[in-house]
């Protein structure tokens, strides 16, 4: 399976305060900072999430439906 990747087209904070990534495709993904398994200093700062606007993340829902 071939990761299908997706870029990043804005952020929102889930109900326990973790941001998440929403993708061109309309998938979301959970970004968070939690050394030392996940290091993404970036999104703790609105500059931060703003610079990574466009970057793109391997969407693990459009990677499954691609190895159908």
Known sequence: MSAVLQPIQ???QD?????VAVLACGH???V??????QL???VTTEAGRSAMLGHR????L???DSSL
Do not use: E, Y
């Open 10 to 12: 804005n952020f929102f």
């Open 62 to 64: 459009c990677s499954a």
């Open 57 to 60: 993340l391997a969407c693990k």
């Open 15 to 19: 109900d326990a305060g973790h941001w």
């Open 28 to 30: 979301t993904q959970h």
């Open 32 to 37: 968070r900072h939690d050394p030392p398994w």
């Open 40 to 42: 993404r200093p970036w």
